[in-house]
Nanobody
Framework: QVQLVESGGGLVQAGDSLRLSCAAS????????MGWFRQAPGKAREFVAS????????TCADSVKGRFTISRDNAKNAVYLQMNSLKAEDTAVYFC???????????????????WGQGTQVTVSS
């Protein structure tokens, strides 16, 4: 069984930065891709960014492009989300997800992932 644990959320002001971390555990952990999603109050969960595990190719949602960067550390079974120039509209619960089978590409839908973390709250005050 794979477990994902997010950390690094908090309360910040607009323009600040945060770095989210996601640590994965599980004897057979070998994803093809990892991703970050977020869910704001009253809204559906949305894709933020993804990264292919083998070569580290990344994709970001247009809403965060140029501000957020996803990265991974294969040796530590970890994925990160560096968030810069935060805006009030970035306020949400951020979820880490892992895809263990299938194509590593175009992993931007919830259905592409089969493991999820519990989420970490990010609140940006304006």
């Amino acid at each position: 069984q794979v477990q994902l644990v997010e950390s690094g959320g908090g309360l910040v002001q607009a323009g600040d930065s945060l770095r989210l971390s996601c640590a994965a555990s599980g004897r057979t952990f070998s994803p093809v891709a990892m991703g970050w999603f977020r869910q704001a109050p009253g809204k559906a969960r949305e894709f933020v960014a993804s990264i292919t595990w083998a070569i580290g190719s990344t994709t970001c949602a247009d809403s965060v492009k140029g501000r957020f960067t996803i990265s991974r550390d294969n040796a530590k079974n970890a994925v990160y989300l560096q968030m810069n120039s935060l805006k009030a509209e970035d306020t949400a619960v951020y979820f880490c997800a892992a895809r263990s089978r299938g194509s590593p590409w175009s992993a931007y839908r919830e259905a592409h992932y089969n493991y999820w973390g519990q989420g970490t709250q990010v609140t940006v005050s304006s």
